[in-house]
């Protein structure tokens, strides 16, 4: 594995890719929520060759929208509305370039997809929307679709820069029952 990524650490790739690969026996496909230019989204397409799950990928490709006041952070003010905007073409020619198979590339706002935008089942999710809206929302959409066994993983819940994560973690997982255990939740 190459890695070059400036969203997501080589470790967290590691720990992505990893479960990823113990998801390939449950039932459903792999989704990603908030791929910005595909650089982890092409190394879980590689997990993919062989397989006949097929891969999802969401993005606003208009960069991040705005922030709530549960985003609000001296630490995270880098993290400005518009910012991460990359082009859907951009990471359609990536995968073609890779050799990989491209796969379904949705654009629009967590908000406003509905279950039809998504697989009737979910395998394993990465979640990377960093404000509270981004991932209540992107919550929403997956909870029903995954698979016994199927994993979620929601990027920067610990991030101190992005404290929305957390929040809309808690509050998803305090209403459902759920546990959290570092950056992810399992639901099963
Ligand atoms: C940190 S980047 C994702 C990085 C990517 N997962 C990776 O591993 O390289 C966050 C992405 O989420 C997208 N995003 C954030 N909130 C969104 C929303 N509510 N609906 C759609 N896309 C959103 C942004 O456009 C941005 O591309």
């Known amino acids: 594995m190459v890695w070059r990524n400036d969203q997501v650490s080589e470790g967290e790739t590691k720990y992505i890719l990893n479960t990823a690969r113990d998801c390939l026996g449950v039932v459903g496909d792999f989704v990603e929520l908030g791929c910005y230019k595909g650089d982890t989204s092409i190394f879980l397409a590689e997990i993919l060759k062989g397989s006949d799950k097929r891969f999802w990928i969401y993005d606003s490709f208009e960069g991040l929208p705005e922030k709530s006041e549960k985003d609000l952070s001296p ?17 359609k020619e990536r995968f073609l370039r890779a050799g990989l198979k491209v796969p379904v590339i949705k654009k629009g706002w967590f908000a406003d997809f509905s279950a039809s935008d998504l697989p009737e089942k979910i395998a394993f999710c990465f979640l990377d929307g960093d404000f509270y809206e981004s991932i209540r929302d992107g919550l929403k959409l997956v909870e029903n679709k995954m698979s016994k066994g199927g994993v979620l993983i929601v990027h920067d819940y610990n991030n101190p820069e992005l404290p ?19 950056t992810c939740a399992i639901i099963s």
Do not use: C, P
């Open 75 to 91: 630490l995270g003010e880098n993290f400005k509305k518009g910012e991460l905007l990359v082009s859907k073409r951009e990471v």
């Open 164 to 182: 929305g994560v957390k929040k809309a973690v808690d509050e998803w997982v305090g209403t459902r029952g759920l546990k959290v255990l570092e």
